[in-house]
T-cell receptor
């Protein structure tokens, strides 16, 4: 149980376009989901906390207008990278915390390459 | 935001040897978790230790936690080539709706 599905696993897009990444909790309801970004050979940096039915909370230095987060249902959060640039190329990972035991489960990640 | 440092940043050992990685954190925590990440892949949860625990074992893994020093260590015994990966500690506040905060990680290379 407690599976998080992230899609797509890999995407290549042109500069200036937008890319949407989906994060779904498959067998539990996730009031809160988290989005992380990981640059090569670095650790995971928390970008934002996605709250169902309300605005996301962004970490300092993360542009909310560039990284749009929508958490419209208890099983789906989406991260849209708008007007993507090569420096946005990174590994994006979502996470959710099932409400019962406060454990965390992670998606398999999305490798974004902006060319 | 990140909690703190992992030490060492990189570690190279031979198969059969033990690998010890350390993690320091800055804030009060409810639990500390260790994850493994193979190159370019997702995270694998290894072990969770709660703030009221001092040591925990799982197979070849041994984790210690010293809340007075705000530090933890992960010991992998009898390492194998398949243990080659990056290892991250992550701290949790234990409150619903709060994220895990990751350390910088240790890259472990085990050669056969």
């Amino acid at each position: 149980g407690a599976v998080v599905s992230q899609h797509p696993s890999r995407v290549i897009c042109k500069s200036g376009t937008s890319v949407k990444i989906e994060c779904r909790s498959l067998d539990f309801q996730a009031t809160t989901m988290f989005w992380y970004r990981q640059f090569p050979k670095q650790s995971l940096m928390l970008m934002a906390t996605s709250n169902e039915g309300s605005k996301a909370t962004y970490e300092q230095g993360v542009e909310k207008d560039k990284f749009l987060i929508n958490h419209a249902s208890l099983t789906l959060s989406t991260l849209t990278v708008t007007s993507a640039h090569p420096e946005d190329s990174s590994f994006y990972i979502c996470s959710a915390s099932p409400p019962v035991n406060y454990g965390y489960t992670f998606g398999s990640g999305t490798r974004l390459t902006v060319v | 935001s990140q909690q703190g440092e992992e030490d060492p940043q990189a570690l190279s050992i031979q198969e059969g040897e033990n690998a010890t990685m350390n993690c320091s954190y800055k804030t009060s925590i409810n639990n500390l978790q260790w994850y493994r990440q193979n190159s370019g892949r997702g995270l694998v949860h290894l072990i969770l230790i709660r703030s009221n625990e001092r040591e925990k074992h799982s197979g070849r893994l041994r984790v210690t936690l010293d809340t007075s020093k705000k530090s933890s260590s992960l010991l992998i015994t009898a390492s194998r080539a398949a243990d080659t990966a990056s290892y991250f500690c992550a701290t949790g506040a234990g409150q619903a709706g709060t994220a895990l905060i990751f350390g910088k990680g240790t890259t472990l290379s085990v050669s056969s």
